[in-house]
């Protein structure tokens, strides 16, 4: 697997260096003065590796998972309690829905929204079942949101640890815990946080295969969940699928059939389990009388029509709205929005140009959580405030990124970093191509922490070397010692 793993880990490097050199150039607008910049930055690195120091050398296993889990939420009640911002948007919509679905009407299922977007009416039930148990009250939507997002630390820390070592495992669950957007973002009623959980619980599910043949249908299962609550579950199978085949690919070549042949089995049953779990859902929501849409109906082809608009840089456009509106749902529109892609796609140098413009907006501006999080507040200055937090820590984020890609290029190991690696290429590659919306790298954030984790423990590891080596020279050369 050394050959793959560092044609992967080549292109990773080239990303987490695009995103850094664009996420470098953001945060000058940032700040004030380029001095006032560089001294967040340096204060960032310099914080970040003192607690990263901290828990790893001073805090037991239990230890640590105990006091930063319960410090993350901290953080993240504290938020959600002072901050009292209403649903907006998208979130608006799926929530009133929510509140008719609980009360028993369904109603809503044939509003425009639904019939173009029948695949949100898996969060939109689950957010009913949370409705039905605990009534109308927005505190306990958010309140899971923040469970949610603890158990996602939780997770992360396992698979790094998993993919890398324990230290990487502590590194990246730091960083989660602690990142801006992950905790402002437990305010909003969006899909994104269990279907982040999910898909993790999918892979950390996957990489654990050897282990136990059980794992294989649960990471169907947790995918084929995820899907339901966010539709990008097809970007995680396709990422299982082919790290599965590259997996089997030198015992195939060593005449070692018989286990190639059993893994490619256990491919077929995540495969299998994952649409079986759409099957059902799709089956139990058009039977109950809830909907008379599949959820892989709707408009297929808005998202990529949109993100190949060049005059929008693929971003949401009234222009565009406007158009898919005056045809019905269906073939008719599915037509009509073919029409308009085949014309996008046309201009080879143009589509060149808006796919490099598409990717660095995407990954290299500022995070849009602060404004999804406090819409309607009218709190500019505080939102500003939580732009110059965490653009120094995206920064630093994407510079262990660089230096993970290079450490792993150079030692060719880490099989199961390259199931996070092709996802990584399929996710970028995705948002190169659909609608594009800063908010979706939220989708994605964990799956970056994790891959920058190790490049962050190589720096510490290199720092606390330096470190040593400088004192035992000092040493030396106190004692009259040729150093």
Known sequence: MTFRTRIFSAAGGLFFLTIFISSFANIWSIYDSPWTMIAALAATVVVTLFVVHWAITRLSRKM???????????????????????????????????????????????????????????????????????????????????????????????????????????????????????IIMCSVLTNQHLSVFLFLIGCLFLIRGKDSIIYWPLAGLAMGLGHLMRPIGIVYLAGASLFVLLMIGQPWRDSIKKQATATAGKLGIVIVVYYLVQLLASTTL?????????????????????????????????????????????????????????????????LTALLGRKLVTMWGSSDSSPYWSLQGLNQWELEQSLHRWEGPMYVLMSAFGVMSMIALWRSGKGNEALLYLILLLLYVGAHLLVENQPRYRLDFVPVLILLQSYGAYQAYSWIQGRGSAVMDNRWKRERGIDA
């Open 64 to 182: 640590f998972l105990l006091v930063f889990l319960s410090l993350g939420l901290g953080c993240r009640v504290t938020w959600i309690l002072w901050n009292p911002a209403l649903p907006e948007s998208d979130f608006l919509f799926m929530y009133n829905a929510a509140k008719e679905a609980a009360s028993g009407s369904f109603a809503f299922s044939d509003t425009p929204y639904y019939t173009s977007f029948p695949y949100q009416l898996g969060f939109t039930m689950y957010e009913a079942g949370v409705i039905k148990v605990f009534g109308n009250h927005l505190i306990f939507l958010k309140m899971i949101n923040v469970l949610i997002s603890i158990g996602t630390a939780v997770v992360l820390y396992l698979s790094a640890s998993k993919v890398f070592h324990e230290s990487c495992g502590r590194i990246a669950a730091l960083v989660y815990l602690f990142y801006v957007p992950n």
């Open 286 to 350: 058009i039977s109950s009388g809830i909907t008379q849409h599949s959820l892989s109906d709707g408009d297929n082809y808005w998202k990529f029509m949109v993100g190949l608009n060049a005059e929008t840089n693929g971003a949401w456009n009234k222009e565009d709205a406007n158009y898919a509106n005056q045809f019905e749902v269906g073939e008719e529109r599915h037509q009509a929005e073919l029409v308009k892609i085949k014309e996008r796609l046309e201009d080879k140098s143009e």
